[in-house]
């Protein structure tokens, strides 16, 4: 089992970036692929990026792609979203997910642990 907290969510000034972390605990977690999801208010959650259980495999929405950058350190147990140039309106709440398989997953029912999300807020 993985327990996941994301931080690093607050506002964020149109083209500016932040860092989102995930920290992990539970002894899977090294094996599980890890990806990002987000949902706007009076939308559905959607996939923003993935990654492999080794972090050789990555994959991006293409919404995000060249801006949003997905990694993982094994060693400190956490996955981190490094979010370039924000738009306003990609204010969201974003979560970390956990997959039970290795290799990355853009569905997200293919992730069986979440986390409780932070809130990126972006501000024109």
């Known amino acids: 089992q993985v327990q996941l907290v994301e931080s690093g969510g607050g506002s964020v000034q149109d083209g500016g970036s932040l860092r989102l972390s995930c920290a992990a605990s539970?002894?899977?977690?090294?094996?599980?692929?890890m990806g990002w999801f987000r949902q706007a208010p009076g939308k559905e959650r959607e996939f923003v990026a993935a990654?492999?259980?080794?972090?050789?495999?990555?994959y991006s929405a293409d919404s995000v792609k060249g801006r949003f950058t997905i990694s993982r350190d094994n060693d400190k147990n956490t996955a981190y979203l490094e979010m370039n140039s924000v738009k306003p309106e990609e204010t969201a709440v974003y979560y970390c997910?956990?997959?039970?398989?290795?290799?990355?997953?853009?569905?997200?029912?293919?992730?069986?642990?979440w986390g409780q999300g932070t809130q990126v807020t972006g501000c024109s």
């Open positions: 997910a956990a997959s039970e398989t290795t290799s990355i997953e853009l569905n997200q029912h293919r992730y069986a642990y």
């Open positions: 539970g002894r899977t977690f090294r094996r599980s692929g």
């Open positions: 990654i492999s259980w080794y972090g050789g495999i990555t």
